[in-house]
């Protein structure tokens, strides 16, 4: 009997045991010669492992292409840029360097900074005495009254009747919503077997919590979607937000944490203040994001000189007038420093789920490097590092199919 990694199951090997969800629901059963359809619902629930009865497994090792020295000592030097603000000993952030690097020599990830923001870095100096004077202070950032989209949501996940239709008449009043939420189900990120082209079935299937969940984050996100490509790229934000709420999730199955949805919805909103600064007070985020380029701090220590605060004090006060459960308030304003947090373990996992992200450069929310580490909070939370190539992979695979989500 071996533990395989979903990643690396093959067709008609034998499960040696039942797979239960987190809530303990049978999902496949023990002895199931395994199908590719097995495959999806196993990835679709999250699940990353399996023991099946094979005495030699045949683990795919991840083949190093090979690539010549040069082209290697340049992925790492860049790489070293990207993670120069986290502590490279400790074991957690070595291995997700090591196999940051691994990645980019394997499939030359392209990095998705936004590329005028790092021309701009030419004339910020100047723009950094000039500018000064157009600094806002933290009381006069005005927040946008909740969308009705998401005032419906919020009662609709409140409300534990809620059906499925109830749902459907919320999203279906918004045709761009819907079709976000259908692009999203139908994507590997869930990768189930048959088409899903309803709400109702997409509920169904995927769970009324979920979907709810999922369909909050993105009204929530989407009063934001027209932000000019110039400040920054919406598709790469939602990219980011999104893989953070997925990889949120998968951390929780290693951790037998079951309120995944929350988790899913905070790592889906956790840098949702900085689309206040991006839409409302363009001038200064575009002066906070020229000053990082320049100094090569971190944007939230920018954010803080430049504004008095940051864009996680932004989020918290944003969901407080949302009214957005206080755990999820709690997980995104505590997402950089969850030692401090009321919850540490759900803060952490919200957390390391966005420092993964960033060391992997999928989409963007404006800051251009891994962001800083909370050791103690990790050291405290019980996860080996060694589970970080299996939560990549899935990652990775999730996330290489979808391009866009906004037209
Ligand atoms: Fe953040
Ligand atoms: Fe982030």
Redesign the pocket.
Known sequence: MSIVHVENLKENMILADDVRDLNERLLLAKDLKIQPKHIRILKMWGITEVNVTIDEPDYEEIAIKRIDPESLERIEESTKYLFRHVDLEHPAMKELFRLSVLLKSQSDIQKTDNKNLVANAEDSKEKLIADLRNNIAYQEIKLPEIPSTVFELNEVIANPLASADDIAQVVNKSPSLAAILLKIVNSSVYAFPTKIDTIPRAVTIIGTQEISGLALGISAISIFKDIPKDMIDMNLFLKHSLACGIISRVLCAYKNITQTELLFVSGLL??IGRLILYKYYPEQAKEILRRSASSKELL?QEEKIGLGCK??DIGRDLLKKWKIPFSIENNVFY??NPSDADNRTHATIVHLA?IIVHSLEIGT?G?RFV?NFDHKAFDSLGLSPSCFDSVIRLAMHQFDAIESFFK
Do not use: A, I, L, N
């Open positions: 956790h840098d939230h864009h996680t997402h950089h966005d929310s800051e962001p």
